[in-house]
């Protein structure tokens, strides 16, 4: 097997990752849980060429940049060194995303590479396997291995064998995520860096890490007894503690805009006038909502007139990786 195509679908943390145990392992200081999301696709064909001198990497039909070829690189010089082969490679990744939706790509991005790149390699690396691989490049892309509702353990330093599992397929909840796009650009504050500073600087950041395991089991009950008002408390908690630990880093790092104030007033609103809708929010300006199918009609519309929110995108549950050898 010389050439393998994967998918692989984007997710959004309900109990949020930010902080690392380990930098070299990429090793979360603090447990995760995310749902996979249908829609959020990303492609990628992996093909190993003999007669190639150095790695190819083709990312949204553009040559990709050294730095974006230097991570992709690194993954494939582990499926190799696995493989026992020197052969470079041909990657071509396509994000079929809604653009600037502020969606994790490189969660997507990296679980298709080391599905696809793996498979071409004539590597047969199960689910487990490849989360460990893949949450080496990226600690969120370990979750979009699998669909559904799905955990990713705290890594303990110096343990590489971390890696993401299943707590429940997307059938067991219709769960809908609306995604309210408050801007557009790059966000200036990459999620390492962020984290890293916050370890080095916040005052709250030991209280993060110390508290997250419990949000976490907090999360994961919920998502068993399909409880959205649990969930709902536990995930706002999740997200507004980890954004209070990277604000009150030195310098302190903030990701919200005019308008991510503006949505999240409107999901409270809708909260007091008795509709189930909870906010969550990754390192960005962007607020996602998560509620139930019969509510995101209602969620839709008014987000859409939240002050400077210039897109809304509604998004279902989504399955785990498709690899097409
Ligand atoms: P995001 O929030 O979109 O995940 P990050 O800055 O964490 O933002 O990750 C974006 C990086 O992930 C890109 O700069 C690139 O290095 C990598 N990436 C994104 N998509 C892909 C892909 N399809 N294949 C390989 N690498 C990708």
Redesign the pocket.
């Known amino acids: 097997m010389t050439e393998a195509r994967a998918i692989a679908r984007a997710n959004i943390a309900l109990a949020k990752y930010w902080g690392k145990s380990d930098i070299p392992l990429n090793l979360p200081a603090v447990p995760s849980i995310s749902m996979t999301l249908d829609g959020l696709v ?1 492609e ?1 064909t992996v093909a190993f060429e003999p007669k190639l001198r150095r790695d190819r ?1 083709s ?2 039909g553009r040559t ?2 050294p ?2 070829i230097g ?2 690189v690194e993954l494939l010089d582990r499926v190799r060194a696995a493989a026992g082969i020197e052969t470079r490679a041909r ?1 071509v ?3 079929r995303f809604p653009t600037a939706a ?9 679980a ?2 080391a599905a696809s790149a793996s498979a071409a390699a004539g590597l047969a690396w199960n689910d487990k396997r490849l989360s460990r691989e893949a949450r080496q490049s ?1 600690a ?1 892309a370990a979750r979009s291995i699998y669909g559904g509702f799905v955990e990713l353990p705290a890594g303990k330093p110096g343990n590489p064998r971390c890696a993401a599992k299943p707590i429940a397929p997307s059938s067991h909840w219709d769960l809908r995520l609306v995604v309210a796009v408050t801007a557009t650009g ?2 200036k504050v ?3 860096e962020g984290m890293e500073r916050s370890r080095k600087t916040s005052p709250l950041y030991d209280a993060w890490v110390e508290r997250a395991p419990k949000l976490n089991a907090k999360v994961r009950r919920a998502i068993k007894a399909r409880d959205l008002d649990k969930l709902g408390q536990a995930m706002e908690q999740s997200t507004f503690s980890f954004h209070a630990c990277a604000m009150s880093a030195a310098p302190g790092i903030l990701y919200w805009q005019p308008p991510t104030l503006a949505a999240l007033h409107v999901v409270r609103g809708l909260r007091d006038k008795g509709t189930s809708v909870w906010a969550t929010m ?3 300006p962007h607020v996602k909502a998560v509620c139930e199918a019969e509510s995101v009609g209602k969620v839709k519309r008014a987000l859409r007139k939240a002050a400077g929110v210039t897109n809304v995108l509604s998004m279902k549950l989504g399955d785990g990786i498709e690899v097409f050898r």
């Open positions: 990303t990628t990497v990312l949204d990709a940049k730095k974006e991570r992709v990657v990744t396509e994000n502020g969606l994790a790509s490189s969660a997507s991005g990296f298709a590479l990226s969120s790059r966000k990459g999620s390492t990754d390192a960005g």
